[in-house]
């Protein structure tokens, strides 16, 4: 069976780069770190970004040794962003709309437990 490690970034690859994830409404906020110029506190508040770019580069390298830490790391995109921004703010509801589309795409590719 295909080793956990290369099962993210194969899944990466294929769904994230392959424009699925990317080309979701809801995912521009997410593409990229933020920016200061858009958020100058955002770093004050957040002492774990997370974005899908640097989520690439991770896999890249080889960061991930488990899919554990590669689908924590997904999720933190979007706790993060629900813990800076306001419920009604539309940043708050796109993380909810990408994280649900994540979810179901991780499942699809046998890569979620619970």
């Not at 970004?49 to 554990?68: A, C, M, R, V």
């Not at 993060?80 to 306001?86: G, I």
């Not at 994540?102 to 890569?111: D, H, P, Q, T």
């Amino acid at each position: 069976s295909p080793n956990l490690v290369d099962i993210p970034k194969q899944w990466y690859q294929r769904r994230v780069r392959g424009n699925r994830l990317k080309g979701h409404n809801s995912a521009w906020p997410f593409l990229e770190p933020v920016k200061t110029e858009i958020a100058p506190d955002y770093y004050q508040y957040i002492k774990y970004p997370s974005d899908l770019k640097t989520i690439g580069e991770k896999l890249n390298q080889g960061y991930y040794k488990t899919k554990k830490m590669f689908i924590a790391d997904v999720h933190r995109i979007f706790n993060n962003c629900r813990m800076y921004n306001d419920p009604n703010t539309e940043y708050y509801k796109y993380a909810g709309n990408l994280q649900k589309f994540f979810i179901s795409e991780l499942k699809e590719a046998g890569l979620y437990d619970d």
